[in-house]
């Protein structure tokens, strides 16, 4: 069976502090896989999303980059986190032969 | 380009009273919807979802929900709740079966039922 890991489940970071958050779906090949922010009362920001290794597609612009350097591997980075950075961040991925999305437990970022 | 609106933001009910949350679409071609559960602080679950035949699609913990494409709206229900339904529910879209098409989410309903 399928399954999203997504760590860590929770980070405190400083104004200006680099940002690693890493995702990882095991059980299938060939995924496309998503990262969600979400917001309080804003629901769920599609940030980046990948059909293959190193294609990335950007929705928003933002202080925030993607990086896919292996097939099930999705990683979310930034240079320098900025105060509206902190929010709930969360991986996806569908595959063929699913028309849903799948979620990982998702990673509390707070930007101090 | 696709889009959700879910029409209430938080919905407060007494336990084992009927709830109804509010979803309404628009897209331009033909989409998948579905209907996912979030408890604190963890990812979303997928309560139930539309591809295509009936319109009342029966899902997960008791919950249905009818696809109405005259008026695209894909309304979650359940006759019924309890209190471990409290949690945050979202509806979301996506296209049929275009490569790399994410599934875009409305904002959230927020579900508290109390006793």
């Known amino acids: 069976s399928q399954t999203i890991h997504q760590w860590p489940a929770t980070l405190v970071q400083p104004v200006g502090s680099p940002l690693s958050l890493e995702c990882t779906v095991e059980?299938?090949?060939?995924?496309?896989l998503y990262w969600y922010r979400q917001a309080a009362g804003r629901g769920l920001q599609l940030l980046f999303y990948?059909?293959?290794?190193?294609?990335i597609s950007s929705e928003v612009p933002q202080n925030l980059s993607a990086s896919r350097p292996q097939d099930r591997q999705f990683i979310l980075s930034s240079k320098k986190l900025l105060l509206s950075d902190s929010g709930f961040y969360l991986c996806?991925?569908?595959?063929?032969?699913?028309?849903?999305?799948?979620f990982g437990q998702g990673t509390r970022l707070t930007v101090v | 380009a696709q889009s959700v609106t879910q029409l209430d933001s938080q919905v407060p009910v007494f336990e084992e009273a009927p709830v109804e949350l509010r979803c309404n679409y628009s897209?331009?071609?033909?989409?998948?919807l579905f209907w996912y559960v979030q408890y604190p602080n963890q990812g979303l679950q997928l309560l139930l979802k539309?591809?295509?035949?009936?319109?009342l699609v029966k899902g997960i913990n008791g919950f249905e929900a009818e696809f109405n494409k005259s008026q695209t709206s894909f309304h979650l229900r359940k006759p019924s709740v309890h209190i471990s339904d409290t949690a945050e529910y979202f509806c979301?879209?996506?296209?049929?079966?275009?490569?790399?098409?994410?599934?875009?989410f409305g904002k959230g309903t927020t579900l508290s039922v109390s006793s």
């Open positions: 539309y591809l295509s035949g009936s319109t």
């Open positions: 897209s331009s071609v033909s989409v998948y």
């Open positions: 979301a879209v996506t296209h049929l079966n275009q490569a790399g098409t994410a599934l875009i």
């Open positions: 996806a991925w569908r595959g063929t032969g699913y028309t849903e999305a799948f």
């Open positions: 059980g299938t090949s060939n995924p496309n």
């Open positions: 990948s059909v293959g290794i190193g294609q």
